[in-house]
């Protein structure tokens, strides 16, 4: 597959993801730069003013801080929390932090029962611990994106030159493993600093995290986390649950399972479609399909 895709009129997706591109900054990030400035230009000029120009600078930190503990906001960069409009009644499954040897062969029975296609965000060390996983993924029609090499819990505090070598490691361990390098990337736990999107756009990542999560690594009950992912359920959501690191019930079962289950019968019956990230990025009205036909698949209870 060629892995540039043209970018899409949509203001979710107008991007190219797969080529690097320039980073501009947001207005946030815009504002708080002029914030800086403004503040050592204030200082320099009247000192006395010094602590209403400390002021300024703390409250944009607490903004920027904001900003990145809030895994949907858009003020650090693009970020998708919807699929593109054109996708018309479909929703996006993604499943985080595997591989797991135990659970992702399972889970990837599960999908085929209901032949039915996911986004799987793989950590890169797992990956290549559980080689065989990763290319089964792929060989059963999913699609493997970027969730960094080693799923730091302080990935949100690197800097640049750090973060870009731990999404740089992820991107060639899943390159290597796949053949194909991925497109989307998602932060560990979602929490991002503004230096996350100049390192995506060196590498021609695009950010994705959901619509809503279902906090299968914390709940125990199948049925509550499928209630989470189900509730308001429309056209467009990206769901989210985990393979890697998943909470499991009374009787030892990873929950996933069974949430899973029920979400698929929920979008059957809502009449909804799912399809990979990565299916989605190209416009079938102004662009010829660069994903295969496999990516893009309706959910059919198994009979």
């Known amino acids: 597959m060629n892995p540039t895709l043209r970018p899409l009129s949509s203001p979710t997706s107008s991007i190219s993801a797969g080529s690097p591109r320039r980073w501009r900054p947001t207005p946030a990030i815009s504002g708080i730069i002029?914030?800086?400035?403004?503040?050592?230009?204030?200082?320099?000029?009247?000192?006395?003013?010094?602590?209403?120009?400390?002021?300024?600078?703390?409250?944009?930190?607490?903004?920027?801080?904001?900003?990145?503990?809030?895994?949907?906001?858009?003020?650090?960069?693009?970020?998708?929390?919807?699929?593109?409009?054109?996708?018309?009644?479909?929703?996006?499954?993604?499943?985080?932090?595997?591989?797991?040897?135990?659970?992702?062969?399972?889970?990837?029975?599960?999908?085929?029962?209901?032949?039915?296609?996911?986004?799987?965000?793989?950590?890169?060390?797992?990956?290549?611990?559980?080689?065989?996983?990763?290319?089964?993924?792929?060989a059963r029609g999913h699609a493997v994106e970027n969730h960094s090499q080693h799923h730091r819990h302080h990935f949100s505090l690197m800097g640049l030159r750090a973060m870009r070598r731990e999404i740089e490691a992820a991107q060639q361990t899943l390159s290597g493993l796949t053949g194909e390098p991925p497109l989307f990337f998602r932060a560990p736990a979602g929490l991002r600093n503004p230096f996350l999107e100049p390192a995506l756009c060196g590498l021609g990542l695009q950010l994705a995290s959901w619509t809503r999560r279902g906090f299968d690594t914390r709940a125990r009950n199948a049925e509550l986390v499928a209630g989470r992912l189900l509730r308001d359920l429309a056209a467009r959501d990206i769901l989210l649950l985990h393979d890697g690191n998943a909470a499991r019930d009374a009787q030892s079962r990873p929950v996933i399972l069974d949430a899973l289950e029920i979400v698929l019968r929920g979008v059957r019956d809502a009449g909804l479609s799912c399809m990979t990230l990565r299916a989605a990025l190209t416009n079938p009205l102004t662009a010829s399909p660069l994903v295969r036909p496999a990516e893009t698949t309706a959910v059919r209870g198994s009979r």
């Open 34 to 138: 002029a914030t800086h400035a403004g503040a050592a230009a204030l200082a320099a000029a009247q000192p006395a003013c010094w602590p209403y120009a400390a002021g300024a600078v703390a409250a944009s930190h607490a903004v920027m801080a904001t900003a990145g503990l809030w895994p949907r906001s858009a003020l650090l960069g693009p970020n998708w929390t919807r699929l593109p409009e054109h996708v018309g009644a479909r929703i996006a499954i993604t499943i985080d932090d595997g591989p797991d040897p135990e659970v992702t062969p399972r889970v990837l029975d599960l999908l085929d029962r209901y032949d039915t296609r996911a986004t799987f965000f793989c950590i890169g060390e797992l990956a290549l611990r559980y080689p065989s996983v990763v290319r089964a993924i792929v």
